[in-house]
Nanobody, 121 residues
Framework: VQLVESGGGSVHTGDSLRLSCVAHTDTFDSYGMGWFRQAPGKERKFVAA???????TYDDTVKGRFTVSRDNGKNTGFLQMNALRPEDTAIYYCAVSTGGDPRYRTTYDYWGQGTQVTVSS
């Protein structure tokens, strides 16, 4: 499965961005999708996830600001990021899995190439 992310960029504190992740597969609706981020010099961390039937999970650092969604008809997942902060600066990755705890990197089978998000104060 090939995943292609887009939508990153450079913004200021309080701004919004919407990341997209297109999955090149005929069975997208059977996958859960997760979003992770990796800041310079730090490990890749869980951000949010949406499973095959729409159930969502969020890290506490983004609850109330980020929204994860999917459009199975377009094989695409989304991460709407509002009220961005400098600490949200990272490379954001999408990934898909066939099951398991969505918060763990090892759950995921395929990863995108990442898209840079930079938030300045």
């Amino acid at each position: 499965v090939q995943l292609v992310e887009s939508g990153g960029g450079s913004v200021h504190t309080g701004d919004s961005l919407r990341l997209s992740c297109v999955a090149h597969t005929d069975t997208f609706d059977s996958y859960g999708m997760g979003w992770f981020r990796q800041a310079p010099g730090k490990e890749r961390k869980f951000v949010a996830a949406i499973n095959w039937n729409g159930r969502t999970t969020y890290d506490d650092t983004v609850k109330g600001r980020f929204t994860v969604s999917r459009d199975n008809g377009k094989n695409t997942g989304f991460l709407q990021m509002n009220a961005l902060r400098p600490e949200d600066t990272a490379i954001y990755y999408c990934a898909v899995s066939t099951g398991g705890d969505p918060r763990y990197r090892t759950t995921y089978d395929y990863w995108g190439q990442g898209t840079q998000v930079t938030v300045s104060s």
